[in-house]
């Protein structure tokens, strides 16, 4: 029998639970760390789509920096210069990303991450939207269906995300130069820019190695951790990694953000960079 209370809908309990009729006993602020992450990752949701779509002011060609949003660079509509791998397409229309290639994948590899899951999952759809409290929703069918069966795709998203990551790490090293506007000689260079870069590539590097994908990877499917000692220690190491998945996701979405900021007002002259060395 079902009934209906000021609550919401009441179900009776499972035999042996107890009978609580409350949404929850909670009483403290449950209900903040999930509007917290919903205005954060919609937050970056915006940023990341206008930019990737603005066209202009994502690479400053003087000290080589790339902003990560348009790595790699591949079709026609491409500064020649900022196009570290070639063109491979012809000029893109104005509702795709000039960074095609990677784009797509590194959002699936995101929306697939066992924590960004456990993040959205509670933000926007309340399942469950904290613990402890009862969800709005009549059934459950976990991932098991279509679209959410999809998030099994997570591991193949961490392949394509690993070998994009060794990009922006080609990126950064391109950014340890500083070409002179007059005779065109390149030679090393440091920039606030450039240490930005860096901070963005260690920052992606953290949060992809530390992807339990990456875990399974090095030392999941081992029976027998002594026959195997080199990839028991890497597995250590990654597991260590693995317990501030967190941390280095959120920490990503602020170093991308930043890159992509820093990079657009050099790149349109806003600001001129901060030089160190040259």
Known sequence: MTTTHDSGTYR????????????TLRTDRWWLPPLVNALG???????????????SAYYVEQ?????????????????????????????MPWFLPYALVSLPFLLGFRLTCYYYRKSYYRAFWSSPPACAVAEPHSKY???TRFPLILQNAHRYFFYVAFVISILNTYDMVLAFQSTDPATGQTSFGLGLGTLILLINVVGLWLYTLSCHSCRHVTGGRLK??????????????????NTRHMLFAWLTIGTLILTDFYVMLVASGTISDLRIVN
């Open 41 to 55: 990752l919609a937050t970056f949701v915006v940023y990341a789509t206008i930019r990737s779509l603005w066209g």
């Open 12 to 23: 009776p309990p499972a035999p042996g639970r107890p009978d609580i009729r409350q949404r």
């Open 63 to 91: 000290y080589h920096y790339l902003s990560p949003f348009y790595s790699p660079c591949v079709s026609a509509s491409c500064i020649p210069e900022a196009s570290h791998l070639g063109q491979w397409f012809g000029e």
């Open 141 to 143: 069918t976990g991932e």
């Open 224 to 241: 027998h951790f002594s026959k195997h000692p080199v990839r028991y220690r890497v597995w250590t190491t990654i597991s260590k990694l």
